[in-house]
């Protein structure tokens, strides 16, 4: 018994990890793209308020994790929002990801007009201001942290010390190998789909469990 237990929890690390190290990647290349469209002096400060809300955002919905979980219907929710991180996912690596810019090439990417290509990743236009473009990243980690605890507790599921680590580990990548996990991302595409399968397989499970957890808390107050 103890055996079966411990494979189970081999495996939702081996789950965490996979997913701590994509969506990690993924950050990344969000700050990346947003710190391309600034003038070429102002994007170490877009960089560093970037990946500094990214990782505050972590802490944050990682210390509300077990009052996030205690919610009936977060889990489907939590469930149905991975799937469409899926569908993004999908339609990135499809596509190849040849618009992807992480936060070293944003730096080295040249200053070009508005709606003129800049380098290979053609992303550098400095036509954003340093605010829009902070806010843009803000916007997407409060979307992306969110996704990251709750695909972490899903892949979880009944280990709390699997929980701890996946989102330790989450905080950590996103804080000191983010920008090489995205460029290790970007020349190896199948980590990606491995990624995303495993986070397809992730939302699936937690859809099934979410509505099983309405479906019961609507009987017992019928």
């Not at 079966?4 to 990647?25: E, F, H, K, R, T």
């Not at 992480?102 to 007009?113: I, K, L, W």
Request: net charge negative; proline share 2%; charged share 10%.
């Amino acid at each position: 018994m103890e055996s079966v237990d411990l494979w189970s929890q081999l495996a939702a690390l081996g789950q965490v990890v996979a997913i701590d190290l994509v969506l990690a990647g993924d950050n990344a290349i969000v700050v990346g793209m947003a710190a391309a469209a600034v003038p070429l002096a102002q994007r170490r400060r877009v960089i560093f308020w970037g990946i500094g809300a990214a990782i505050i955002l972590r802490i944050f919905f990682a210390l509300i994790t077990t009052q996030l979980l205690a919610i009936i219907g977060l889990t489907l929710a939590g469930g149905v929002l991975l799937l469409w991180v899926c569908w993004k996912m999908f339609r990135e690596l499809r596509s190849h990801g040849t618009d992807e810019v992480a936060p070293d090439e944003a730096m080295d990417a040249p200053d070009t007009p508005v709606g003129v290509s800049g380098n290979a990743a053609g992303a550098a236009v400095g036509g954003v201001t340093v605010g829009a473009a902070i806010w843009q990243i803000v916007v997407a980690d409060v979307s992306m942290s969110l996704d990251n605890v709750l695909a972490v507790a899903g892949a979880a599921k009944d280990h709390p010390t699997i929980l701890v680590i996946g989102l330790l580990l989450s905080v950590v990548l996103m804080g000191a190998a983010a920008n090489m996990i995205a460029h290790v991302l970007h020349r190896h595409r199948w980590i990606g789909w491995v990624g995303l399968a495993i986070i397809t397989y992730v939302a699936l499970d937690m859809i099934w469990r979410g509505s099983n957890e309405v479906l019961m808390h609507t009987s017992w107050l019928s």
